[in-house]
């Protein structure tokens, strides 16, 4: 049973540059939630996918974008990228938008150079 | 005031013995949650969840809710080295979750 998958593992960017990071959910769950986890902290929610909408967003900018594929599979798109992106950036698969238990992928690390 | 709180730590127990987490979330309206435990570096990894007021006991950890008090704990009980990781409290309300920065725990041979 394949778990959550996410790709690149790491990159480096500089500012004002694009970067998209993708993800494919477990088997079997069809929403996909995106954090962001500096270091130190809790990871903070970006936004979630269903359906292939966006259903709700946590407090981040517009230049925060994502989209979700038929397959459920999902990307975090991030433009104009600041120092202050570089981070660790986890996708969370789930069944449905109910309360159940979500399961993360192993990450991407963004350095923002 | 944070909508999840939690010790930061560090939290250090010898081996064997109980590690007591603590959590306290401001929604009222929350409806399940969830401890993941994180190893440096590494992605968060479920250990726990509970829905329903008192306790729920899997293996070494046992998960305790109280509503009432919003106030959610894990117990690890005969600590192992291998469970030196930062705990992270999380609480999930109409689809969101919302983290704790989490607790680092040491276990000292």
């Known amino acids: 049973d394949a778990g959550v998958t996410q790709s690149p593992t790491h990159l480096i960017k500089t500012r004002g540059q694009q970067v998209t990071l993708r993800c494919s959910p477990k088997s079997g769950h069809d929403t996909v939630s995106w954090y962001q986890q500096a270091l130190g902290q809790g990871p903070q929610f970006i936004f979630q996918?269903?359906?292939?909408?966006?259903?709700q967003r946590g407090n981040f900018p517009d230049r925060f974008s994502g989209h979700q594929y038929p397959n459920y599979s999902s990307e975090l798109n991030v433009n104009a990228l600041l120092l202050g992106d570089s981070a660790l950036y986890l996708c969370?698969?789930?069944?449905?938008?109910?309360?159940?238990?979500?399961?993360f992928g192993a990450g991407t690390r963004l350095s923002v150079l | 005031q944070k909508e999840v709180e939690q010790n930061s730590g560090p939290l250090s127990v010898p081996e064997g013995a109980i590690a007591s987490l603590n959590c306290t979330y401001s929604d009222r309206g929350s409806q399940s949650f969830f401890w993941y435990r994180q190893y440096s570096g590494k992605s968060p990894e479920l250990i726990m969840f509970i829905y329903s007021n008192g306790d729920k006991e899997d293996g070494r950890f046992t998960a305790q809710l109280n509503k009432a008090s919003q106030y959610v704990s894990l117990l690890i009980r005969d600590s192992q080295p291998s469970d030196s990781a930062t705990y992270l409290c999380a609480v999930r309300s109409a689809g969101k979750s919302t983290f704790g920065d989490g607790t680092t725990l040491t276990v000292k041979p």
């Open positions: 969370a698969s789930s069944l449905g938008l109910g309360t159940g238990v979500q399961y």
């Open positions: 996918y269903y359906e292939e909408e966006e259903r």
